[in-house]
């Protein structure tokens, strides 16, 4: 035996580094003629809707939210918003039965419209008692608004849950701390509600409308002992 060969064999150039347990995210296009009759509607909300159905920003904000109250939701306050919650709804049961779990119908429980004007940020969050997360880009110009940027939980010093080292300067799928998601206007992204998102470069451009919503499985079992359910209809 070619004791040069069983060492090559053996080495560790030839060990391979394989994904385990990967994130999942949907990227989908609503229909063109759709998209512009849904961006219509929304920006007409957006200059009409009544006062009752808007957050309180602070003076010098650079943000305007629309039904982002949790006794609201843009896509159920709003009849004429009724084909793009359907859409939506369908949208995200597939993507939780495309990732392998078992789903018979989901509930969009929060629903609400972000305008973002020029030089603002989107602080780096994460959606709190819901499933599946997603983000509607109704008016965006990928040249001048920021890319949503997704965030490694378990590379960022704050929120990494174990010990770490300093990561290579060449960036590879497990060392990166964030991910920007270029994508165009009519796009919808749906992702699991933990993953924290945002983006700090600052709006170059105006206008940038977005509409973020937040969905559980009706019911949620885990086998024959553990399950609750989510009302559409109640707001609490």
Same mark, same amino acid.
């Given at each position: 035996?070619?004791?040069?060969?069983?060492?090559?064999?053996?080495?560790?150039?030839?060990?391979?580094?394989?994904?385990?347990?990967?994130?999942?995210?949907?990227?989908?296009?609503?229909?063109?003629? #759709?998209?512009?009759? $849904?961006?219509?509607?929304?920006?007409?909300?957006? =200059?009409?809707?009544?006062? &009752? %159905? @808007?957050?309180?920003?602070?003076?010098?904000?650079?943000?305007?939210?629309?039904?982002?109250?949790?006794?609201?939701?843009?896509?159920?306050?709003?009849?004429?918003?009724?084909?793009?919650?359907?859409?939506?709804?369908?949208?995200?049961?597939?993507?939780? #039965?495309?990732?392998? $779990?078992?789903?018979?119908?989901?509930?969009?429980? =929060?629903?609400?419209?972000? &305008? %973002? @004007?020029?030089?603002?940020?989107?602080?780096?969050?994460?959606?709190?008692?819901?499933?599946?997360?997603?983000?509607?880009?109704?008016?965006?110009?990928?040249?001048?608004?920021?890319?949503?940027?997704?965030?490694?939980?378990?590379?960022?010093?704050?929120?990494?849950?174990?010990?770490?080292?300093?990561?290579?300067?060449?960036?590879?799928?497990?060392?990166?701390?964030? %991910?920007?998601?270029?994508?165009?206007?009519?796009?919808?992204?749906?992702?699991?509600?933990?993953?924290?998102?945002?983006?700090?470069?600052?709006?170059?451009?105006?206008?940038?409308?977005?509409?973020?919503?937040?969905?559980?499985?009706?019911?949620?079992?885990?086998?024959?002992?553990?399950?609750?359910?989510?009302?559409?209809?109640?707001?609490?």
């Amino acid at each position: 035996m070619n004791t040069e060969d069983k060492t090559n064999i053996n080495s560790v150039e030839n060990f391979q580094i394989i994904p385990i347990m990967p994130e999942a995210m949907a990227v989908f296009q609503i229909d063109k003629e #759709k998209h512009q009759e $849904f961006k219509s509607k929304i920006e007409h909300l957006m =200059d009409t809707a009544d006062d &009752k %159905y @808007r957050r309180d920003v602070p003076d010098g904000d650079k943000r305007e939210f629309l039904c982002n109250n949790r006794f609201q939701n843009v896509l159920l306050d709003f009849p004429e918003l009724k084909e793009l919650h359907s859409i939506l709804k369908e949208s995200a049961l597939n993507f939780i #039965k495309k990732c392998g $779990f078992i789903c018979d119908e989901v509930i969009i429980t =929060d629903a609400w419209v972000n &305008k %973002y @004007r020029l030089g603002s940020t989107l602080p780096v969050h994460r959606h709190a008692n819901s499933y599946i997360s997603g983000n509607y880009f109704v008016n965006y110009d990928k040249s001048i608004n920021s890319p949503l940027t997704l965030t490694n939980d378990r590379v960022v010093t704050s929120q990494a849950p174990t010990l770490k080292l300093q990561p290579d300067d060449e960036k590879t799928p497990y060392n990166r701390n964030t %991910y920007e998601i270029i994508c165009e206007e009519s796009t919808v992204l749906l992702w699991k509600s933990h993953i924290l998102h945002g983006y700090s470069k600052p709006e170059i451009g105006d206008n940038r409308l977005t509409l973020s919503f937040n969905i559980m499985p009706k019911v949620m079992g885990v086998g024959e002992q553990f399950s609750y359910a989510v009302d559409e209809n109640s707001r609490v």
